[in-house]
Structures are given as C-alpha cells and as structure tokens.
C-alpha cells in the first residue's frame, strides 16, 4: 500500500475521530471504489439481509486480497467504500466486476459498483480527508471526512459512466475468499442493539459532533467500549449443515485439496467454539478474546456510523437526545432497535491484526437506519 497512508499519525481517543490533526488530503491520483447493494432496502425487508451484509463485507475483502493489503475502507452494511492508488486501478476494476458478477449469480443482488477519480471529487467541489484510528494493537481503522467520499458514493449510484458492468474476471470462490458468516446473530447483553447514523446538518462545523460524541459517552456510562455489541460470552456459531450450504453457495465446488481442507475446518470449528474446547488451544482463544477490539462497531465517513449494546434506558436518553439535537438544527441522524447483531468475518490468521469482523444490526440495521435519516432529509420539519 502507498506509504502515505501507512506514514499517518493515528489517534487512539474515539472523541477524536474529527479531529483536524489528524486528518491529510488523500493524494489526488488515487480512487475510491464504491460498491452498494441497490435495492437494499427491499431484500432486507424480505429476509435477506445476511446477504446483503455478506456482499457489503465481500466488497472489502475482495479489495484487500486480490488488490493489496491493509486498503483504506468504510463498511456500510450494504456496502462500502475502499480507497486505492492509480497503479491498484485494473485490478480493482477486475474485483468490482466480479463482485457484480457473483453477486447477482449466487445472491440475486444487483450492484452499482464503479471507481470515481479524487481529482473528480475535487472538482465538483468536494475534498477527501483520511485519518487513522487505533482501537488496539496492530489494529488500524480508516475514517474519512471532507464530503468526497459521500459525494462518490452518489456519483456510482446515479451516473452511468463512473460504473462497471458484471463480468467473471475472478471465480466465486476467489472473490469471498476468506469471507465467513459462520456465527448466529450475537444476542445484546443489555437489551438492545442500536444501529445510529448521525450527520452534523453543517458538514463544516465539527464542533457538532464533537459534543454528540462525548454526551453519547455519558449516556453510555463514560465509555463506548461497554456498548460494543459483540459479547462473545454470548456468541454461538450456526451448525455445520448451516455452514457448509453456506459455504458452498461462496465456492466453486471442486472435489480438490481446497474443498476437503475447507470440509475439515467447517467440521471442526462448530464443536470447538460451541463447545469453548479453544479454551486448551491458547492461540485460538487469544483469537477469540480479541475479536471485539477487531470489530468496526463505530466509524466516520462524513457520517457517524455506530453499532451500539444499550439498556432501554440508554436507548431511550440517547433517542431523546438526538432528537433535541434534531430539533436545534446541529444533526440529523436515523436509528433502527434490534435485538441482535451481525458478524460478517474476513480471517487471513488468528493473529492480532490478521481478523477482521463487519458489524451491522442482526435485521439491516445500517439500512435501515438510513432509510430514516434520508426521510429525515426530506422532511425535516416532519422529523
């Protein structure tokens, strides 16, 4: 990866994930690579939003392992946006078209996918910022701000020449690999899991969010780490029929090494993580403590983007919170309750550093969250 972003100061404070120190412009020759699920929303209130996660969580593996490793990237639930230089941008053409291509042959989801040049962004207007954020040891998140990536997203969506057509460039079993949804919906040990997406009505004035951030933190009990909503204490993983139908919708079926090795694997972790037999394997269960701090369950990409364990209480203090905000004309945001949420993996090894796990609400949670906030942004006056 292009040492700029490596060369980056990071912060380890979430209070400050806006702070101009450190943020720097991302260099005009990259792209960002978009890919959204259309018609999210619809397949989601259907039943599918495993999928829908899968293909959002897909669009970010796939970048990191035929493109290059430890790639800028924001995960949206239905989608996701990943950075890369101009020497990346044949390959990342190869992944979106087969995203777009096995999304729609093994899941029945259209994608609008496509790559829009920084300079682009730039001018029309808007700029593309990046920081750094470290929540624990070899463990990196991007955050994005300046309104481009918003802005790239939208060009994807709406205009036909920033975007690719599906084309089986990679087999299905190259494009999610390493990709697992191998885990039951993790049950919130407080009462609700929250998905919230909040935008300063002002994009300029960081100051905003700023100040949500630390009162969610008071709501919180002074501390989002005891609102991550991954409690592994309560986490199952699926069985293993559960699994391998799983799997063998992401693979090409072959009867080789690959098939066999995966069969194994599938056989074995049920029982040892079901069974917390890990507890005699002391990688494994160093792996298993330390998926949390692996979790993005809060990001910013011109929108805060949180996934948060709550009691009623909490949920309903920030609600009424947020929604005075509102009202004073600082934010807009859009919050949907589950009972639940949902872990997508990506496990190159079981090193620190080398897992990942996109975290959404158990029934779409971003989703629909955001189908909240752009009526929101429609009617203010109605919200």
Not at 77 to 89: F, H, P
Not at 341 to 370: K, N, P, R
Not at 373 to 381: A, D, E, G, R, Y
Request: charged share 20%; hydrophobic share 40%.
């Amino acid at each position: 990866m292009d040492s700029f972003y490596q060369q980056l100061t990071g912060f380890t404070d979430i209070s400050q994930i806006i702070d101009e120190r450190f943020y720097r412009p991302v260099p005009d020759d990259w792209y960002v690579s978009v890919v959204d699920v259309r018609g999210s929303t619809q397949a989601i209130e259907a039943g599918n939003y495993r999928d829908v996660n899968f293909i959002g969580a897909a669009a970010i593996t796939a970048h990191l392992h035929w493109v290059a490793p430890n790639l800028p990237f924001i995960f949206g639930g239905d989608g996701a946006v990943v950075l890369v230089t101009a020497s990346m941008r044949e390959a990342t053409l190869d992944v979106l078209q087969s995203l777009c291509y096995h999304a729609r042959e093994s899941f029945g989801l259209e994608l609008h996918a496509g790559l829009v040049p920084i300079k682009t962004l730039r001018q029309m207007g808007k700029d593309l910022q990046i920081a750094k954020y470290l929540p624990g040891d070899n463990i990196i998140q991007a955050m994005l701000k300046g309104g481009g990536s918003t802005l790239a997203e939208n060009l994807v969506k709406t205009r036909p020449e920033f975007r690719c057509e599906p084309r089986r460039v990679l087999s299905k079993t190259d494009i999610f690999t390493g990709l697992t949804c191998r885990w039951q919906p993790i049950p919130s040990g407080k009462g609700v899991t929250l998905s919230v997406l909040i935008q300063p009505h002002n994009e300029v004035d960081d100051t905003v969010l700023v100040k949500v951030i630390r009162n969610l933190e008071q709501i919180l009990g002074g501390s989002f780490a005891a609102a991550n909503p991954v409690r592994m204490t309560d986490a199952r993983y699926h069985s293993f029929l559960h699994n391998l139908k799983r799997q063998l919708n992401v693979s090409d079926i072959r009867w080789d090494s690959t098939f066999f090795r995966t069969l194994y694997e599938l056989l074995l972790t049920a029982p040892l993580f079901n069974l917390k037999c890990f507890r005699f394997i002391p990688g494994v269960q160093n792996y298993f403590d330390k998926i949390p701090l692996h979790c993005d369950f809060k990001k910013y990409d011109d929108t805060l983007r949180m996934v948060l364990d709550c009691s009623h209480s909490e949920y309903q203090a920030i609600e009424g919170y947020l929604q005075t905000e509102q009202r004073a004309g600082k934010i807009n945001f859009g919050i949907h309750v589950s009972d639940a949420a949902q872990m997508t993996c990506y496990v190159e090894s079981m090193d620190d550093g080398g897992h990942l796990h996109f975290i959404d609400g158990s029934d779409g949670g971003y989703a629909l969250a955001a189908k909240k906030l752009k009526q929101t942004l429609l009617s203010p006056l109605e919200a």
